[in-house]
């Protein structure tokens, strides 16, 4: 990573990753500190058990998780992610937790943790590997986290750990600004709040930062009557902090040679010193939390298939409706280029589009895992991607800001090898490591598993809100009148979405028709190795077993897939020859030595149509429908349904829940149906 005028002021969101050192502690063991404060991440003596005593215990969460109601969802905070031994320790209780409470079969856990110095992932990884060793019980939880460990990027990134019921999101940056981010009031459900907080920063003495005013405030914000904290710190800054902003504070026996450390609790009484915080009973488990049972999610592209994954994956039976089949529309394409539309990075923590495809990529990486186990395609082919910067808004200096791993400059020469490019100059380019190609058929097969997703073929004519359900009404595979009762409905259904609820917008219609076909094996030869970007984009693919029920092609067969047309106000879906060629055109104009490798004859060639759907700020359109208790929507990814549609749909998820959201509450207001843009129609 650059560290080039990091005093600028557009630099100052770029994560500096922690130093690490390392010392001999008393019995001998080598243990990680601070290079940046000097002070250790875990205790000499034990630190497993500390995390257990100080946080854990003094929280009371073994008693407080074990007696949670189905579909309720607990939410800790940590202030200090450090190596993760807390959520590794509090991941280890809920497991355990679940096993033997079979009510907690539904019910949740978010853990929100912040950071402004994480550790690299190398060093995390040798770090956690001397847990491994000391505490073996941890390792089936050290190996998820880091294969979900993030690039070190500014912002919220969700890590799921859906076999656990169990969110993680990790909000790398300031904390009181990352805390400040936290949206409270982002539709008319249950408002979200803490129940605990792990208050784990570096000792006051050495960074106090972690101790300010501005923490205890957005404390404050974020609880309620009976949230509790715990920390390892008696000092005084940290005791006024927890006095003056509404919490009552009690000193316990500390762990190991600390005589004293402190809890915490909200309460309506008088703010002080208290002997009364009784833990354990004063830390009421209320049930004021939003629960429903079923949701309607009417279209079954990428939008609608990722909103019914995330409801299911919270317990919520989803029927998916579609006026013919899932994928049908523009989502079904035979492969989509999973690659981010880059910022400078002092924009990225509030930048979806960087956002969502980090989060996207966790998803699928994590999906192809089922996918293994279900002996199916892989939902994500990890292939790297390559930006020749024609259509960019970044250059290469910018990129140097971002972590290798996510997006690099390869040297000329590099990038010939890697792309197989012989005559381009590549001297300005973006390797994008962690791209790919999505299959959608793949993708839909596993979320269609799900056993609490259920598809059906129904175009809707009608949507009823009454006080407690919506009545759907609409005409079936068999032509017949079908009616649905329900408690929610999200309309996912692109540019028919206006149709259905007038309240949303009526968003621009762009027509994309995406071109490809068999190459002779002496074309394969010279054909790009990796999918490059350019004014379109092309890629190789094998077609998958299943492919075919798409579109036109062979499985095992290579194709070279190239894209796409962009025509404005068009909502037809027929295969145009000139299409086809204006595809090809893209192609060897942006590389000309394509052009005598790219077959001049298009009219074998295969395609797909579908209709984009854009609004005028570009901005996808998630949220609660204006004067509606029950009816949701979810559309206008644009041509970026696959890089989206996972980080919306857990948005949006979290909305009806009464959960906290992985984006912002700026985010949240840029993507709202009732947003400020979204009142003039476009012309």
């Given at each position: 990573?650059?560290?080039?005028?990091?005093?600028?002021?557009?630099?100052?969101?770029?994560?500096?990753?922690?130093?690490?050192?390392?010392?001999?502690?008393?019995?001998?063991?080598?243990?990680?500190?601070?290079?940046?404060?000097?002070?250790?991440?875990?205790?000499?003596?034990?630190?497993?058990?500390?995390?257990?005593?100080?946080?854990?215990?003094?929280?009371?969460?073994?008693?407080?998780?074990?007696?949670?109601?189905?579909?309720?969802?607990?939410?800790?905070?940590?202030?200090?992610?450090?190596?993760?031994?807390?959520?590794?320790?509090?991941?280890?209780?809920?497991?355990?937790?679940?096993?033997?409470?079979?009510?907690?079969?539904?019910?949740?856990?978010?853990?929100?943790?912040?950071?402004?110095?994480?550790?690299?992932?190398?060093?995390?990884?040798?770090?956690?590997?001397?847990?491994?060793?000391?505490?073996?019980?941890?390792?089936?939880?050290?190996?998820?986290?880091?294969?979900?460990?993030?690039?070190?990027?500014?912002?919220?990134?969700?890590?799921?750990?859906?076999?656990?019921?169990?969110?993680?999101?990790?909000?790398?940056?300031?904390?009181?600004?990352?805390?400040?981010?936290?949206?409270?009031?982002?539709?008319?459900?249950?408002?979200?709040?803490?129940?605990?907080?792990?208050?784990?920063?570096?000792?006051?003495?050495?960074?106090?930062?972690?101790?300010?005013?501005?923490?205890?405030?957005?404390?404050?914000?974020?609880?309620?009557?009976?949230?509790?904290?715990?920390?390892?710190?008696?000092?005084?800054?940290?005791?006024?902090?927890?006095?003056?902003?509404?919490?009552?504070?009690?000193?316990?026996?500390?762990?190991?040679?600390?005589?004293?450390?402190?809890?915490?609790?909200?309460?309506?009484?008088?703010?002080?010193?208290?002997?009364?915080?009784?833990?354990?009973?004063?830390?009421?488990?209320?049930?004021?939390?939003?629960?429903?049972?079923?949701?309607?999610?009417?279209?079954?592209?990428?939008?609608?298939?990722?909103?019914?994954?995330?409801?299911?994956?919270?317990?919520?039976?989803?029927?998916?409706?579609?006026?013919?089949?899932?994928?049908?529309?523009?989502?079904?394409?035979?492969?989509?280029?999973?690659?981010?539309?880059?910022?400078?990075?002092?924009?990225?923590?509030?930048?979806?589009?960087?956002?969502?495809?980090?989060?996207?990529?966790?998803?699928?990486?994590?999906?192809?895992?089922?996918?293994?186990?279900?002996?199916?395609?892989?939902?994500?082919?990890?292939?790297?991607?390559?930006?020749?910067?024609?259509?960019?808004?970044?250059?290469?200096?910018?990129?140097?800001?971002?972590?290798?791993?996510?997006?690099?400059?390869?040297?000329?020469?590099?990038?010939?090898?890697?792309?197989?490019?012989?005559?381009?100059?590549?001297?300005?380019?973006?390797?994008?490591?962690?791209?790919?190609?999505?299959?959608?058929?793949?993708?839909?097969?596993?979320?269609?598993?799900?056993?609490?997703?259920?598809?059906?073929?129904?175009?809707?004519?009608?949507?009823?809100?009454?006080?407690?359900?919506?009545?759907?009404?609409?005409?079936?595979?068999?032509?017949?009148?079908?009616?649905?009762?329900?408690?929610?409905?999200?309309?996912?259904a692109a540019f028919e979405s206006h149709q259905l609820d007038q309240r949303i917008f009526d968003c621009r219609k762009i027509r994309g028709q995406l071109s490809w076909f068999m190459p002779s094996t002496e074309q394969l030869i010279k054909l790009p190795k990796?999918?490059?970007?350019?004014?379109?984009?092309?890629?190789?693919?094998?077609?998958?077993?299943?492919?075919?029920?798409?579109?036109?092609?062979?499985?095992?067969?290579?194709?070279?897939?190239?894209?796409?047309?962009?025509?404005?106000?068009?909502?037809?879906?027929?295969?145009?020859?000139?299409?086809?060629?204006?595809?090809?055109?893209?192609?060897?104009?942006?590389?000309?030595?394509?052009?005598?490798?790219?077959?001049?004859?298009?009219?074998?060639?295969?395609?797909?149509?579908?209709?984009?759907?854009?609004?005028?700020?570009?901005?996808?359109?998630?949220?609660?429908?204006?004067?509606?208790?029950?009816?949701?929507?979810?559309?206008?990814?644009?041509?970026?349904?696959?890089?989206?549609?996972?980080?919306?749909?857990?948005?949006?998820?979290?909305?009806?829940?009464?959960?906290?959201?992985?984006?912002?509450?700026?985010?949240?207001?840029?993507?709202?149906?009732?947003?400020?843009?979204?009142?003039?129609?476009?012309?």
């Amino acid at each position: 990573m650059s560290t080039a005028n990091r005093q600028n002021p557009e630099h100052l969101k770029v994560i500096t990753p922690a130093k690490i050192d390392w010392q001999t502690d008393d019995t001998g063991n080598m243990v990680p500190v601070s290079g940046e404060f000097g002070d250790v991440y875990f205790s000499h003596a034990d630190g497993l058990a500390e995390t257990r005593h100080v946080f854990l215990e003094h929280n009371q969460l073994p008693e407080r998780l074990a007696h949670l109601a189905p579909k309720q969802c607990f939410t800790i905070a940590e202030l200090g992610f450090g190596t993760g031994l807390n959520l590794l320790a509090t991941w280890q209780l809920w497991r355990q937790l679940r096993e033997t409470n079979p009510q907690l079969a539904t019910a949740r856990l978010h853990f929100i943790t912040t950071e402004k110095f994480p550790i690299p992932l190398a060093d995390l990884t040798q770090i956690l590997a001397l847990w491994g060793q000391r505490a073996p019980e941890l390792m089936a939880f050290i190996e998820p986290l880091l294969a979900a460990y993030p690039p070190l990027i500014a912002g919220c990134h969700r890590l799921s750990f859906s076999h656990d019921n169990l969110t993680v999101d990790m909000w790398l940056g300031d904390a009181a600004e990352s805390l400040s981010k936290l949206a409270l009031a982002h539709s008319n459900q249950h408002t979200p709040y803490i129940d605990a907080w792990f208050l784990d920063g570096f000792a006051p003495s050495c960074n106090s930062t972690l101790w300010a005013d501005s923490i205890f405030a957005q404390m404050q914000r974020l609880s309620r009557p009976h949230t509790t904290a715990a920390t390892y710190s008696c000092a005084g800054i940290v005791k006024r902090g927890l006095k003056q902003h509404g919490f009552q504070i009690k000193k316990v026996r500390g762990f190991g040679r600390k005589r004293e450390m402190l809890t915490a609790i909200i309460t309506n009484a008088e703010n002080g010193d208290t002997d009364s915080v009784n833990e354990g009973r004063d830390a009421k488990q209320e049930t004021t939390y939003s629960t429903f049972e079923h949701t309607v999610v009417i279209g079954a592209g990428v939008s609608g298939l990722l909103t019914a994954w995330s409801l299911a994956n919270r317990g919520i039976t989803v029927t998916l409706l579609d006026k013919s089949a899932p994928l049908a529309g523009a989502s079904g394409n035979p492969r989509a280029l999973l690659a981010p539309k880059m910022t400078p990075i002092h924009h990225v923590d509030e930048h979806l589009h960087t956002i969502g495809y980090l989060h996207s990529s966790r998803l699928y990486r994590d999906l192809n895992q089922t996918a293994v186990q279900l002996h199916t395609a892989p939902i994500l082919e990890l292939t790297g991607a390559l930006d020749l910067l024609i259509k960019a808004n970044i250059g290469t200096e910018q990129i140097a800001d971002y972590p290798d791993e996510m997006a690099t400059t390869l040297s000329h020469e590099q990038a010939q090898i890697t792309s197989g490019l012989k005559e381009q100059n590549l001297s300005d380019n973006l390797y994008l490591p962690q791209s790919g190609l999505v299959n959608p058929q793949a993708l839909k097969d596993i979320i269609l598993t799900h056993p609490l997703i259920h598809f059906q073929q129904l175009e809707v004519t009608k949507i009823n809100e009454i006080e407690q359900q919506v009545r759907i009404e609409g005409i079936d595979e068999s032509l017949n009148i079908a009616t649905i009762t329900t408690d929610n409905v999200v309309i996912c259904a692109a540019f028919e979405s206006h149709q259905l609820d007038q309240r949303i917008f009526d968003c621009r219609k762009i027509r994309g028709q995406l071109s490809w076909f068999m190459p002779s094996t002496e074309q394969l030869i010279k054909l790009p190795k990796i999918p490059l970007k350019y004014s379109g984009y092309c890629a190789l693919f094998n077609a998958q077993t299943g492919d075919n029920e798409l579109n036109t092609v062979v499985a095992d067969r290579p194709y070279l897939l190239l894209g796409a047309s962009f025509i404005r106000n068009d909502t037809n879906t027929d295969i145009r020859p000139e299409e086809h060629q204006i595809s090809r055109d893209k192609l060897i104009t942006a590389i000309p030595e394509m052009a005598s490798i790219i077959p001049a004859d298009t009219s074998l060639w295969q395609g797909r149509a579908g209709i984009r759907t854009q609004t005028p700020d570009y901005h996808p359109i998630v949220g609660q429908l204006a004067n509606s208790q029950r009816i949701w929507t979810m559309n206008a990814m644009g041509a970026k349904g696959y890089a989206l549609a996972p980080i919306c749909a857990e948005a949006l998820a979290d909305m009806m829940l009464g959960s906290f959201a992985p984006l912002s509450e700026t985010m949240l207001a840029r993507l709202s149906p009732n947003r400020t843009r979204l009142q003039t129609p476009l012309v």
